[in-house]
């Protein structure tokens, strides 16, 4: 079974799991790409939810080079609350002297459901797929987590951003059942590669952080990211998108850009 971690077990009260080849990242196969990350904390997280509560943002900071290894994942309750409650989980990975280090943190809001149905609004209405360029894809020599996602360029602009339409290939952990925003956080860290502003052969621009906004919960397994960075004059940028799924309008993300000349 293709996923992106294998589960070995526990140590103490974190979850002990192997970052597959799938993780890897399209700057360097060295470190994890930001999604499966971002996904597998996610996870740990929806696991404490409290029944009658659904999250509605996720931020993840990336703390540090994320290593393709074994890693260890552990998820608190922060603020309880049986309306709003905060909650997060963390990563963690040896150092070079094996000692172990916090690597990437992803924080909760939780909120209880109640029926709006008859006051729902979107923002934008829903982006059908159309045909595919995979001339317009900067990354297809890649390898790692680009191989773990289908990807389709949409051929026609938009004034408000790049689209890009992404199906994920493989699963999360093992055989294990995956949610929909799950399956979301799969894919939603691409979005500073979709929106990019600039030519990755000339320049590096990583994203330190994700944070996404659902105002619904995703439906299946094929999203929509319309994304657009802004760069900054002095090496700082942010990427933000709307994210779709085949029903519509699922909610908005945002990242912080780290960029650089290569050399």
């Known amino acids: 079974m293709n996923c992106y971690y294998r589960r070995l077990g526990s140590d103490g009260p974190a979850a002990v799991f192997e970052s597959t080849d799938y993780t890897r990242s399209n700057w360097t196969p060295e470190i994890q790409h930001g999604s499966p990350p971002l996904a597998l904390l996610t996870k740990a997280i929806e696991d404490i939810v409290t029944p009658g509560m659904r999250i509605g943002r996720l931020t993840m900071d990336i703390l540090g080079a994320i290593p393709v290894t074994e890693v260890r994942v552990q998820a608190h309750v922060d603020r309880p609350g049986n309306r709003i409650a905060l909650l997060s989980a963390e990563m963690a990975a040896a150092r070079p002297d094996g000692m172990p280090r916090v ?3 992803v924080s909760a809001w939780a909120l209880a459901v109640s029926d709006t149905a008859d006051a729902t609004t979107d923002r934008h209405p829903p982006i059908v797929e159309g045909t595919a360029d995979p001339d317009l894809f900067p990354w297809k020599d890649a390898e790692g987590y680009v191989d773990s996602v289908q ?51 000339e320049f590096v621009f990583m994203n330190t952080d994700t944070t996404v906004h659902v105002h619904r919960l995703p ?45």
């Open 103 to 105: 690597v990437a943190r």
């Open 151 to 201: 990807w389709r360029p949409q051929s026609e602009g938009s004034l408000g951003g790049t689209v890009y339409w992404l199906t994920p290939l493989v699963r999360l952990v093992d055989d294990e059942p995956t949610t929909p925003l799950q399956r979301l956080a799969m894919v939603v860290d691409s979005a500073n590669g979709v929106g990019a502003a600039l030519d990755p052969r």
């Open 219 to 263: 439906v299946g397994d094929d999203f929509a990211l319309r994304a657009r960075a802004s760069i900054g004059p002095d090496g700082v940028g942010v990427t933000t998108a709307e994210i779709f799924d085949r029903d519509g309008f699922v909610g908005t993300s945002a990242q912080t850009l780290l960029v650089q000349r290569r050399g």
